[in-house]
Nanobody, 126 residues
Framework: QVQLNQAGGGLVQPGDSLRLSCVAS????????VAWFRQAPGKEREFLAA????????HYADAVRGRFTISRDNAKNTVYLQMNNLKPEDTAVYYC???????????????????WGQGTQVTVSS
């Protein structure tokens, strides 16, 4: 059984940084597509970033490119999302997702992922 356990998040001020983590069990992250999404109240779940299985080239949404960085530590079976220069519009519940069978053209589609973390709230406010 695959489980994703998220940590990080919280209340920060604009311009601050946060790092989210997602520890996987039951699935090796180096052999899976790993991604981060977020969902703000009243909005659809939004793709943020992904790493294709075995790959090191990250894929980002335009809204976060240059501010957010996705990475994975294969030894710890953990995926990270480093978020810098946070803005109020980044306020949302953030989710990690993992899937072993996605093709590259589907990595931005939330419905294609089989496994999700529990979500963590990020609030950016002064």
């Amino acid at each position: 059984q695959v489980q994703l356990n998220q940590a990080g998040g919280g209340l920060v001020q604009p311009g601050d940084s946060l790092r989210l983590s997602c520890v996987a069990s039951g699935r090796t992250v180096s052999r899976a597509v790993v991604a981060w999404f977020r969902q703000a109240p009243g909005k659809e779940r939004e793709f943020l970033a992904a790493l294709f299985r075995g790959g090191s080239t990250p894929h980002y949404a335009d809204a976060v490119r240059g501010r957010f960085t996705i990475s994975r530590d294969n030894a710890k079976n953990t995926v990270y999302l480093q978020m810098n220069n946070l803005k109020p519009e980044d306020t949302a519940v953030y989710y990690c997702a993992v899937d072993s069978n996605l093709i590259l053209s589907s990595i931005r589609v939330s419905s294609q992922y089989d496994y999700w973390g529990q979500g963590t709230q990020v609030t950016v406010s002064s």
